[in-house]
């Protein structure tokens, strides 16, 4: 066998020059197809140094190697990072998007939408009834204080160890329920089950949900004619601090009766917009309303009693 590091021959697994490992030998020339005798160096046929050959193949796989283990972990950490990059863009999409204490979300819903599409939007709400008149919804930190508050049942309480260590743990939660800021949405409906208003509070608690809000804007969507110097008036209202209102209210002319006041219960506030063309229209052309048709009525049916009892004493002379 010749050693691939230093030429010398030997037999065995070790070279006993230079001590280099016995490896594999050629067993064929690569250069000219001869098959390579044992211990033979050189080629019987073209003259192939197998010695050196072999050097060179060990030295280049060695080379080819080290290369392979400097650029294997390089590409990896490539693959990988973005891998790690992917996933993670993936989970913030699906927790935004999942994510219903959004304006953009809250905004999909409308006046005269039905209570199922408002659970396709936003899911069940907290305390489900059928037929509820009222939707809440709360965002998971607060959310979970309720589930908990509700879970507590006074009957687990074996001993006056126990009873301390739970009294002080629903003081402690009482507490957290008054300060706890969390968002919230309640969606509210008529006896048809139909919308009738939105409310959307970015940040509120218990202690400061009757607090007042500033108002940024508001946009009226619709007015229509009720009763004398009554409108009903749809409007949507943005707060300064991200909160957002959507509802139906009574609206009534003011002493000129030419624009509509309203109050805001958010903002603690009385609004106003002009009464719209149509709206005034409406409003002259059916200035009684149902009394007005009832009166009109009224005096046909007796100016007709009069008409026919005049015949009727005409007939009576004649004969």
């Known amino acids: 066998m010749i050693c691939k590091k230093c030429g010398a021959k030997f037999e065995g697994n070790f070279c006993p020059k230079c001590g280099t490992p016995a490896e594999k030998e050629l067993t064929v020339c690569p250069k000219c197809g001869q098959e390579r005798g044992a211990g033979d160096r050189y080629c019987p046929k ?25 650029k294997v972990p390089k590409k990896a950490w490539a693959a990988i990072a973005a891998i790690v990059l992917v996933v993670i863009v993936i989970i913030v999409l699906v927790a935004v998007l999942s994510n219903k204490f959004r304006l953009g979300v809250v905004e999909k ?14 899911g069940d709400p907290y305390d489900y009834r059928e037929g509820s008149s009222t939707f809440t919804y ?21 001993d006056w160890g126990d009873f301390e260590d739970a009294f002080n743990e629903a003081m402690e939660l009482e507490q957290k329920l008054q300060t706890e800021e969390y968002k919230y949405i309640e969606v509210r409906f008529d006896a048809e089950g139909d919308v009738t208003s939105v409310a959307f509070d970015k940040s509120r608690s218990e202690q400061t949900k009757d ?5 940024e804007q508001y946009e009226v969507l619709s007015v229509s004619y009720v009763d004398e110097g009554e409108y009903e008036t749809i409007y949507k209202i943005y707060y300064q601090d991200g909160s957002y209102r959507l509802t139906t209210i009574t609206a009534e002319e003011d002493d000129n009766g030419n624009d509509l006041i309203w109050y805001d219960a958010w903002g603690q506030i009385s609004l106003m917009t002009k009464i719209p063309s149509g709206a005034a229209a409406a409003t002259s052309s059916y200035p009684w309303s149902f009394f ?9 049916i007796l100016i007709a009693t009069v008409i026919m009892m005049k015949k009727s004493e005409k007939k009576k002379f004649k004969m």
């Open 138 to 158: 709360y965002s998971n930190n607060y959310l979970k204080l309720l589930e908990k508050n509700d879970s507590f049942d006074p009957d687990d309480i074996e």
């Open 292 to 300: 007005t048709i009832v009166v009109a009525l009224a005096i046909l």
């Open 211 to 215: 607090e007042s809000k500033s108002i």
């Open 46 to 70: 073209c003259g192939y140094d197998f010695a050196r050959s072999d050097r060179k193949e060990s030295v280049n796989f060695g080379a080819k190697a080290a290369e392979t283990v400097k």
């Open 109 to 122: 819903i409308g006046i005269g939408d039905s209570r199922q599409s408002v659970i396709e939007l936003l």
